[in-house]
């Protein structure tokens, strides 16, 4: 249950990479034009200008403003492709077997920041008991490749030589279809493999190496091209392939399995003696698969559009949906990713056989049916977006409401569920698939069968099924799980407690006992993984509220962890307000307050009055690193009106808890190799898959090595926390400093015992990779191969941009070819 003085705002922002200007001495602009990440649009300006306030030391208190000059950079072109597997139909239907015609389905998506063209080859790899050959439906020529820019609803055959595509907008796909015959001989068990495109290990988005079958961009002409910036991408050409296969004897069965996610971002009150003038704000997310979830034996496949009514015409849309919760109105404007839609139904949802797929849906609100806003619902810009490809994550839908409908004094819960609609791409025959929010996976299939059975997706009453922690958790497995949220007035005695300024945050659970305020210790150099240190105490600043209608004086005291041994023992803690501390010290799950100290009480709080406090933590000597235990330490801060005055939390008293959690570091790192054959002899055993264990390379033989750095801190679950952001990573990789010593003559043959191969350091984000050569390897380098520590690389810095976020695991890879 919500309390009425609660007000919750979304705390986590997008992130967008920045260029940093230097303003030098003597007002000279040192100007460099950057590349910035895909996805910020070619040809954008970003302009900068500096402001300052000062004072005059004869003229204290009297502020002067001073302005800059006006400095600019234009983002550059990048070229950007990936290829992904969208599944494997039988044109005969049942097993796979002799004779058959299998059809292989690829994705490619524009992953740059400016339209391309894709070049698509009319071949396609294969290995076992098929070959590339017969004819594709839809007017297929004999042993042609097929391609289609609108999700499938149109084939056009790739002549031979292959074809380049019509331009294709940022985030835009085009779907390929590749014809495979299954040949005599063929055993039931034997595997039919089909890549398409050509790069080492079906490598994404990099750097083209021509040869023949390569899938790659193909730059516009400058001009007549919507969109288009002028100018060649300045990443070069790029290529991408994909591997996917199927047995003999199996069934093919592809669905593009499509989850809706839902999570209440916001909350915030309005006059405190009503619950008419709520307002509560929805962020939904949809994901397409890449695997099979539903562990019934398909294949995932890209999402597309389905036929939908919009403004009097039936179009085919990937529809994303959301009904108005019963007793609310819509509030504002609901917002959508780049290459969507908003649009409007007034159909009642209530009224039986009222789905949202079959709503006249409207992109003008006024003009919805009796002239109120029933659904909001999020549909594909067909120009931009044609469908979505597996393993893609798409944020940035929000929808707010009021709780108008809400009349009188008693607790109301409003109940919201979000849907998507639409069909497997290039699938002429798919049924329509649909999935219910609140859960993780696609409800919609059973046992490899799509359900027929569309729900209203509205619950003006309680419902069975609930998302209880806001967070798409629930466990139902047909109709998704609501997400509930229960608001009330305020009572006489009501305390809140949370992060710095933010007493009302909630956490994991979307209530306000569980939000937590996340900061690390100082770890030093050369800590190694598996060993423990003595760490420095870390201070928190928390925010109290008292959120009842009295006055009222309110305590706080450290409590134990739900685990009790998420905190190590002799862990002291410290509570303090104003001149007043409390030292506690952790022992097996008790604190216990220091000889002569008294708990912290805050006398007088008025009604809706915040007040800030502090925490420090001194974590024991002996404590583990947080990146070996992937957590961190919890440290329960519980506020609460003590009503008889015994300095405990007792049963009845109103209290609210705030976690403060110390990481000993969160960043992690994973150093993993393997070996690629190169010019040298086969790899023998388990030595060509990335592991943490020895290898045994051969000369000529490549080594790759793999760094996988994560963020292990908990993500902003719930609103108002506070998270821990890892911000200016720099990775080194010094070949020449002990331990390392892959840079160095070991042997003493006259040549470094391996060297770096030219374009193969990449990081998975977005990062600036620094080369240097000598040993030490102090003298900036270029990307150059040689067999002395003067003329190869000898140090590798890996400079991220922006931050990682928690959650986030990326990786930073290098290959050096043993000499």
């Given amino acids: 249950m919500v309390n009425r003085n609660k007000s919750v705002s979304k705390q986590c922002k ?128 004999p042993n ?25 907008p940022v985030s835009g796909t085009v779907l390929v279809r590749v014809p495979v015959t299954v040949q005599a001989g063929a055993q039931t068990n034997d595997v039919i493999t089909v890549t398409f495109g050509n790069t080492p290990g079906d490598a994404q988005n990099q750097l083209r190496s021509p040869d023949g079958g390569d899938v790659f961009t193909v730059d ?43 999570t209440r971002t916001g909350y915030n009150a309005g006059v405190p003696s009503v619950l008419n003038d709520d307002v509560l704000t929805y962020g939904l997310s949809l994901r397409v698969e890449s695997n099979d979830v539903t562990n019934s034996g398909l294949t995932p496949g890209a999402l597309a559009g389905t036929p939908i009514n919009v403004d009097g015409s039936t179009v085919t849309r990937i ?20 290459g969507w839609i908003v649009v409007y139904a007034g159909e009642d949802p209530a009224v ?45 839908f929000t929808v707010q409401v009021k709780t108008t409908g809400v009349t009188g004094s008693a607790a109301t819960a409003i109940n919201n569920i979000a849907q998507v609609f639409g069909k497997t791409a290039g699938d002429p025959t798919s049924p329509l698939l649909f999935d219910d929010s609140g859960d993780q996976n696609p409800d919609n299939i059973t046992n490899g069968v799509p359900s027929t059975t569309v729900d209203s997706g509205y619950y003006p009453t309680t419902p069975t099924n609930t998302d209880t922690g806001n967070n798409n958790q629930g466990t139902s497995s047909a109709t998704g799980d609501v997400n ?32 937590f305020t996340n900061k690390s210790s100082l770890v030093p150099a050369g800590t190694a993984p598996n060993t423990t240190l003595d760490p420095q105490s870390v201070g928190f600043t ?73 925490v420090e933590v001194d974590l024991p000597s002996g404590t583990a690193l947080s990146t070996d235990i992937n957590r961190g330490f919890p440290v329960p801060i519980t506020a609460f009106v003590d009503t008889n005055n015994n300095s405990a939390v007792d049963s009845g008293e109103v209290n609210n808890i705030s976690i403060d959690r110390v990481y000993t570091g969160f960043l992690q790192l994973l150093k993993m190799s393997r070996v690629l054959q190169g010019t040298g002899p086969a790899v023998p055993g388990s030595d060509g898959t990335f592991s943490i264990t020895p290898k045994t390379p051969s000369p000529g033989n490549i080594i ?116």
């Fill in 484 to 515: 509930v949220y229960t608001i009330s007035l305020a009572t006489a005695n009501s305390v809140l407690n949370g992060p710095n300024g933010a007493p009302d945050a909630t956490g994991p659970s979307g209530l306000t006992n569980d939000d």
């Fill in 542 to 614: 928390n925010t109290i509220k008292n959120n009842g209608t009295t006055t009222n004086d309110i305590t706080i005291v450290p409590t134990a962890p739900a685990t009790i041994t998420d905190l190590p023992n002799n862990t002291k803690v410290t509570v303090s307000y104003n001149s007043q501390s409390a030292v506690y010290t952790y022992s097996n799950g008790v604190f216990t307050i220091a000889a002569g100290n008294t708990p912290i009480k805050i006398s007088g709080v008025t009604a809706g009055a915040s007040i800030n406090y502090g």
């Fill in 220 to 262: 516009n002409p400058d001009t007549g091209v919507a969109g288009e910036v002028p100018g060649t991408p300045i990443n070069g050409t790029r290529e991408a392939s994909i591997t996917q296969q199927i047995k003999v004897g199996n069934t093919a069965k592809t669905i593009a399995l499509a989850t809706i996610l839902k």
């Fill in 144 to 168: 042609s490749l097929q391609y289609s820019t609108d999700g499938g609803l149109t084939w056009t055959n790739v002549p031979p030589g292959g074809v380049d595509t019509p331009s294709v």
């Fill in 319 to 338: 529809l994303v949906s959301d009904a108005i919760p019963a007793s609310t109105t819509l509030n504002g404007t609901p917002t959508a990713p780049s």
């Fill in 14 to 141: 997008p992130y967008q990479s920045l260029v940093a200007t230097a303003l030098l001495t003597g007002s000279f602009f040192q100007f460099v034009a950057p590349v910035l990440a895909d996805g910020t649009t070619a040809g954008t300006s970003i302009s900068n200008t500096a402001t300052a306030t000062y004072e005059d030391p004869n003229a204290p208190g009297t502020t002067i403003n001073a302005t800059s000059n006006t400095v600019t950079v234009t983002v550059a072109e990048v070229a950007g492709i990936t290829v992904t597997a969208s599944g494997v139909t039988d044109a005969n239907g049942g097993n796979v077997a002799v004779g058959d015609l299998l059809v292989y389905a690829y994705t490619l998506t524009n992953v740059g920041n400016d339209p391309t063209k894709f070049h698509i080859p009319n071949q396609a790899t294969t290995t076992g008991p098929g070959t590339v050959s017969g004819t594709l439906p839809n007017g297929g020529t």
């Fill in 704 to 819: 790759e090595y793999q760094v996988q750095y994560k963020n292990i801190s908990d993500a902003q679950s719930g609103t108002g926390n506070v998270i821990l952001n890892a911000n200016k990573v720099v990775i080194s990789e010094d070949g020449t400093q002990s331990p390392n010593n892959w840079a160095l003559d070991n042997d003493n043959n006259t040549q470094i015992d391996t060297s770096n191969i030219v374009g193969s350091a990449k990081d998975s984000g977005t990062a600036n990779i620094q080369f240097f050569s000598g040993n030490p390897a102090s003298t900036s380098g270029i990307d150059q191969t040689g067999t002395t520590v003067n003329n190869d690389v000898t140090k590798y810095v890996d400079t991220i941009t922006g931050q990682v976020a928690p959650g986030i695991q990326r990786t930073f890879t290098f290959q050096r070819k043993v000499n």
């Fill in 352 to 396: 039986a056989g009222n789905t949202a797929d079959k709503a006249l849906w409207k992109t003008n609100p006024a003009q919805v049916t009796g002239g109120v806003v029933r659904r909001v619902g999020f549909i594909n810009d067909p120009n931009v977006i044609s469908s979505v490809a597996t393993g893609t994550t798409l944020t940035g």
